[in-house]
Structure formats: C-alpha cells, structure tokens
C-alpha cells in the first residue's frame, strides 16, 4: 500500500439527482432531530434554571459519545489520520474547523429562548437566518459542493422565509424582550450556514462524517465551558441536575444526527438545498411538538402557523424550480 493511499480518503462521488434526492431526506429528518432537541434542551434549562449549564451538558454529552466512538472504530481512525495529514498539507485550513463555534452558540440559544417563545416561534427564527445566510455561503463557494448561483427563485425563497418570521413573531410585538429574544436564534441561523459549510470540508479531507461531528463538538464544547464559568462566576454553580426522565439528556445525540447529516450530504446538495431540507423538517417537528406537547409558551398561534406555512411555501418557491433553472443566475432587474 503506498502513502498516498493511507493519507487520503476516497475520491468524492459523483453528483448525481438520484444522491441530491437522498441528501434533502436525510437533511428533512436532521431538521426534525434538531427540533426535538430544541424542546428537549428548553426543558432542561428550565429544569435546572441555568441555560448554559443544559447547553454544556446536552454539546458535553455528544462529544463523550464521540470521544468513545471515532477512536473504536477503525474508520472514525482512519478519519483522524486523514485529517492530521489534510491539515499538515494544507488541503484544509485550521479556521475551517472551527464551525462547532457556531453549534454551541445554536445549543445555548436554544436554553435562553425556547421556554420563552416556544419551539415553533425558534425554528421560524432560525430558519429565517439560516436560509438567507445560505445564500451568500453557496454564493462564496464556500461549501465543498463549490459555487452555487443566486438564482431568482432562491432569492424569492430566501425573501418569503424572512417574511414569514416576522408573520410568526406577529404577535408577540407588544412584548419587545420577547420579540428581541427572537434575534438570538435568527443570528444562531446565520452561524449554521457557515457551519454546515466548513464541517463539510472536514467530513471530506477526512472521509467521515463522525470525525467532522467530533471535531464540531470539541470546538462547541469549548465556547460553552468558557461561558459556563463565566455563568458560575456570576451566579454559582447550579444547586443539583434536574431528577427528570431519561429523555432529558439526550440532546447531545440528537446533534450528532443533526451535524453528522449535514457533513455528509453537503457535498451533494450545497448549503442552501441542505438548509432548505432541514428547514422543513424543523417547522414540521416544531408545529407538532408545540401543538401536541406544549410547552411554557402555550400552542401555537394561527400566526405562527401561517408563518410556518410560508416558511414551506418558501422552500418549495427555492428548490423546484431552482432545479430547472440551476443555469439561470440571478440578475438584479
């Protein structure tokens, strides 16, 4: 065996309609983990009455799992290696790896204002960030899937999702801390973007998809121990961990789902595609969480409902006809 064949990982696939298909699934069924995990983190901040504390325990508890699976199995190994020797070469730069900043920052949002503005209300204001973000991302070519034009109807897409945020928020403008609450996850949803973009390079120098959660998870974990020690500086420590069911600590699985799906699938679908995909898996959980599980904030209101509709509508306007038309950039008229 030569080096060059234990230093790189396998040649990436071709893109083809059939594995883009296959992309926004996966990516519709990571947006619905990540709004299970939202639920579940609200709770447990409530709980235990310290939002970082339950974002450092749910992105502490991914990175154990982690710790203790890449090392075990020999391709979460052989990934290390790869990307060891990608970073020696200078196939990938040490600021693309740290995209896991930006989950944290998304895990601590989640504790401060899901109890608040509920689920459904969160994701609508994710979202909102997160598909206009993306464009300029796929714009940039910063992704692995390369440059992606701004075509008019993902233009549209992105311009009814910003929309559709302030629809949902509608009825929460006379309670301006509310309402400002609502910026947090918007900016959290510019910050994945970005993130999906920078861990898709690592899952592909490294050829693992669990080597770029873990590294996304180290770095997430990271910030999150910095804030908590500033949190414990000026509150203290929390006085116990909540005694709740067992689902109370499962946050941290639901973002490997989350960031090991996106890594993996980027390449073949782009930020703004994958965005999109978990986009309608996060206003699907979320309407349902809320409205079968409410939380703090109560159901959700025909506001929030129409708001999350459009955010679909939106969806739909970016991705069908994007994909007859992927050869018509925008031009401003």
């Known amino acids: 065996m030569t080096r060059s064949s234990t230093t790189a990982p396998p040649a990436a696939p071709a893109v083809t309609a059939g594995r883009r298909a296959a992309g926004v699934l996966f990516a519709l069924l990571a947006g619905i983990a990540l709004a299970v995990q939202s639920r579940i983190n609200g709770e447990l901040s409530v709980r235990l009455d310290d939002p970082i504390g339950a974002a450092t ?6 990175l154990l799992v982690l710790a203790v699976l890449v090392p075990l199995l020999p391709v979460g190994r052989a990934g290390l290696r790869h990307l060891r020797a990608a970073l020696r070469e200078g196939r990938i730069r040490p600021w693309q790896c740290i995209g896991g900043m930006c989950g944290g920052f998304l895990v601590a949002t989640q504790g401060l204002t899901v109890p608040t503005l509920g689920v459904a209300v969160f994701i609508v204001a994710l979202v909102a960030g997160q598909s206009s973000s993306s464009l300029l991302v796929d714009r940039a070519g910063a992704g692995p899937a390369g440059p992606q034009p701004v075509t008019t109807p ?4 992105a311009v009814l999702t910003v929309c559709a945020v302030l629809l949902a928020v509608g009825d929460r403008i006379g309670h301006p801390s509310a309402l400002a609450l609502a910026v947090l996850p918007l900016v959290a949803g510019v910050g994945i973007a970005w993130q999906q973009a920078v ?15 873990l590294i996304n998870f180290i770095m997430g974990t990271a910030v999150l121990l910095v804030a908590f020690a500033v949190s414990v500086a000026i509150r203290g420590f929390p006085d116990r961990l909540p005694h709740g069911p067992w689902w109370l600590y499962v946050g941290g699985s639901l973002g490997i789902v989350f960031i090991a799906v996106g890594a993996a699938v980027v390449r073949y679908t782009g930020v703004l595609l994958l965005g999109l995909g978990m986009i309608a898996g996060q206003v699907t959980g979320a309407l349902l969480l809320d409205e079968i599980v409410p939380g703090a904030a109560g159901r959700p209101g025909w506001n929030t ?27 401003g008229r």
């Open 57 to 62: 325990i749910s992105f502490g508890s991914g």
């Open 199 to 213: 861990n898709g390079h690592v899952r592909v120098v490294s050829g693992s998809a669990m080597v770029a959660g």
């Open 154 to 157: 993902r233009l549209a897409g």
């Open 305 to 331: 409902v129409l708001g999350a509709a459009l955010t679909l509508l939106a969806v739909g306007v970016a991705v069908v006809p994007a994909r007859r038309r992927a050869g018509s950039p925008f031009r």
